[in-house]
């Protein structure tokens, strides 16, 4: 069993920055493929970025369009934690982040929530216009 806890989540301004941390405990994460969700009221949870494993150096990592150029997902197998760095934040981020973690993921089924079966409680994050 794998536990997922987020933490780094806050009110910020517009323009600010956060690094969200995803730990988790129960197994080594290693081989798995992470990824971060998110999900604002009224809206369904969706995709954010995403991380794979690699026994090289170089992991293969995706991007929802909104997102690519001012946030960062990053891994530290020593740490078994995931980071999702976010810079320029603006109103339209504001929502719970959540982390999830899978042993079998292809990497072209990495933005599917359905095929993730590891997650986290979720973490607020809040941008003020």
């Known amino acids: 069993q794998v536990q997922l806890v987020e933490s780094g989540g806050a009110l910020v301004q517009a323009g600010g920055s956060l690094r969200l941390s995803c730990a988790a405990s129960?197994?080594?994460?290693?081989?798995?493929?992470m990824a971060w969700f998110r999900q604002a009221p009224g809206k369904e949870r969706e995709f954010v970025a995403g991380?794979?494993?690699?026994?090289?150096?170089?992991?293969?990592?995706d991007y929802t369009d909104s997102v690519k150029d001012r946030f960062t997902i990053s891994r530290d197998n020593a740490k078994n934690t995931v980071y999702l760095q976010m810079n320029f934040l603006n109103p339209e981020d504001t929502a719970v982040y959540y982390c999830?973690?899978?042993?079998?993921?292809?990497?072209?089924?990495?933005?599917?929530?359905?095929?993730?079966?590891?997650w986290g409680q979720g973490t607020q994050v809040t941008v003020s216009s």
């Open positions: 999830a973690a899978d042993p079998a993921i292809l990497y072209a089924a990495i933005r599917r929530t359905s095929e993730y079966v590891y």
């Open positions: 991380i794979n494993w690699s026994a090289g150096t170089t992991n293969y990592v």
């Open positions: 129960g197994r080594t994460l290693r081989s798995f493929t």
